[in-house]
């Protein structure tokens, strides 16, 4: 694959604390540059793009974003803001106390509460892999397949570890055929972003594409 084509599977990401307008603002710059898939972006300025870009940038953002543990009526709430404010993208955090505790209707129900929500919208499944065990892992698959979601996400970037192949292989093989993988989390070459599109990813969610491309242009 040329550079350009992995461009068209990242979702070219800013979502530090400390993010700024600036920040976002050069995202979007870089996101129409090198066309990538989307810009993802903390909630806060969703409105704020969608005014200055309109349709020119598909705008991803994040919900319950990075730890998930919020109450399913708050994270409903935040996901109807977001798709009002013009998200064409949402990427969810599952609720991993309620996996550990092995209430799997829990999820569920969550996770179809915020497909209602966001009807019409893409809903991504981040299930933070790095605190799961493989039985955790499989029941989730099952689960993003049934509920109907866009895709499963392995990681917010956020965690004690990010992507890895071995997940992405997993997911493959249990996830239902209208469910698309997005892998995140130290996903920082092109190299990488290859290997991970090869083995089934259709998205992958780095920060890195842009400076890598950039230097290179400089060179």
């Known amino acids: 694959m040329t550079k350009l084509e992995i461009c068209a599977h990242v979702d070219h990401t800013a979502l530090k604390a400390f993010t700024t307008w600036e920040d976002v603002r050069k995202l979007c710059e ?65 609720n991993v106390a309620d996996v550990k505790n092995g209430d799997f209707g829990k999820v569920r129900e969550e996770i179809e509460q915020i497909r209602t929500t966001t009807k019409g919208k893409v809903l991504k499944v981040i299930v933070e892999t790095c605190y799961l065990s493989e039985e955790e892992k499989i029941k989730l698959c099952e689960i993003v397949t049934q509920t109907g979601v866009d895709y499963i996400k392995t990681s917010t970037g956020f965690g004690t570890a990010g992507a890895a192949l071995e997940d992405v292989k997993l997911f493959k093989r249990r996830i239902g ?22 083995e089934g990813c259709e998205r992958i969610g780095t920060s890195s594409a842009a400076n890598l491309l950039e230097e290179e242009e400089s060179r």
């Open 30 to 94: 870089e996101a129409l540059k090198y066309r990538f898939a989307s810009v993802c972006i903390p909630p806060c300025y969703v409105k704020r793009v969608k005014e200055a870009y309109g349709d020119k940038v598909v705008v991803c953002t994040v919900i319950g974003f990075p730890l998930g543990y919020e109450v399913t009526p708050a994270k409903a709430a935040e996901a109807s803001r977001a798709a009002a404010d013009g998200a064409d993208e949402i990427d969810m955090v599952i």
């Open 177 to 198: 055929p209208a469910v698309k993988i997005k892998a995140a989390g130290g996903i920082r070459t092109f190299e990488d972003m290859e290997r991970y599109i090869a």
